[in-house]
T-cell receptor, first 114, second 113 residues
């Protein structure tokens, strides 16, 4: 069964450092998302991406965050200058098209900011 | 705005007993509703969805959910719980305008042997 893959599975960084989280969505999917979950709590929407541009972003997704689909397969989330409160599990998701399509999530990247 | 509510932080049930995890929704128009499960240190796995049609939706691992329009509910159920069902369960609704999923706060299901 096709999967969304995410790397790294766990990253530890110092506050103020840049972090890039990588995702390879399912190959024929067109819509891409990043969500985050702080320590077993609610899953929060960060950003959606379609047709090589951001469709929507939440208030969490401030100027420190950016997304990119550099080569048609990878979908990256960059945090420019990490803060302690960025420590969370970050999930990438994708789906084929609008409407009732199911979002398929990756296993997540755990980010720990020290 | 679309939203879902999961009123219970935790549900405890004995193995072999039926389980119910509650979810209520608030949408304008017809809802697209989903249940996802998260096992420890894992990602979110799709269980089932309601789009239209039969109010009883069957999903993975023996789970089912009942869509009730008058009560605006979409409760997750299983006739006989297993210890391996212990996990975090999320109800979600699809936002019409943006297609993003909006998740509830999650319910931790603990099944005791």
């Amino acid at each position: 069964e096709p999967e969304v893959t995410q790397t790294p599975s766990h990253q530890v960084t110092q506050m103020g450092q840049e972090v890039i989280l990588r995702c390879v969505p399912i190959s024929n999917h067109l819509y891409f998302y990043w969500y985050r979950q702080i320590l077993g709590q609610k899953v929060e929407f960060l950003v959606s991406f379609y047709n090589n541009e951001i469709s929507e972003k939440s208030e969490i997704f401030d100027d420190q965050f950016s997304v990119e689909r550099p080569d048609g397969s990878n979908f990256t989330l960059k945090i420019r200058s990490t803060k302690l409160e960025d420590s969370a599990m970050y999930f990438c998701a994708s789906h084929l098209g609008s409407g009732a399509n199911v979002l398929t999530f990756g296993a997540g990247s755990r980010l720990t900011v020290l | 705005a679309q939203s879902v509510a999961q009123p219970e932080d935790q549900v405890n049930v004995a193995e072999g007993n039926p389980l119910t995890v509650k979810c209520t929704y608030s949408v304008s128009g017809n809802p697209y509703l989903f249940w996802y499960v998260q096992y420890p240190n894992r990602g979110l796995q799709f269980l089932l969805k309601y789009i239209t049609g039969d109010n009883l939706v069957k999903g993975s691992y023996g789970f089912e959910a009942e869509f009730n329009k008058s009560q605006t509910s979409f409760h997750l159920k299983k006739p006989s719980a297993l210890v391996s069902d212990s996990a975090l369960y999320f109800c979600a609704v699809r936002d019409y305008n943006t297609d993003k999923l909006i998740f509830g706060t999650g319910t931790r299901l603990q099944v005791f042997p």
